[in-house]
């Protein structure tokens, strides 16, 4: 019994170990490659993070989108009639990503009333895929590392 060698190629009655076989060799040549290649690829996608998390505060979200431009915003953020009463006007500008992210935490968007920024974080809250800004305001929701 002694003589007869283990499958794996091991033999502990013999003096050295026992030459790996060329499956193994290759094996271990593929992880190794593999390491190389994951190496590489996250080296190359950790600048592509950052370069999208300040993309994501740069970003901008106009307050009514573009589509529907010049329309007022009620308090509840919906978009309605110039001239509603209890409706807040366009925004001057589209709010960049920083300024909803922190008003989104509590602070005041620029140039807005308490009001009138209530109204318009509620409009943001309520965008949908295809209005303008939604991609931004998705982006901001996303968690980041």
Known sequence: M?????????????AGPAEPDDAAVASRRRVLMLGAVTAGA?????????????????CEIPVPDLGRAGRFIDPAGNVVAPGTKGAFPPASRPFKGEEVKRALAGAQLPGTTYESNRAYVSYIRRLQRGQG???CFASL?????
């Open 141 to 145: 929701q996303m968690p980041r590392g």
């Open 42 to 58: 996250v080296v190359s996608i950790r600048p592509a993070l950052a370069q999208t998390a300040g993309s994501v505060m740069t």
């Open 2 to 14: 002694s003589d007869e060698t283990p499958v794996d190629g091991y033999n502990p009655a013999q």
């Open 133 to 135: 800004g939604f991609t």
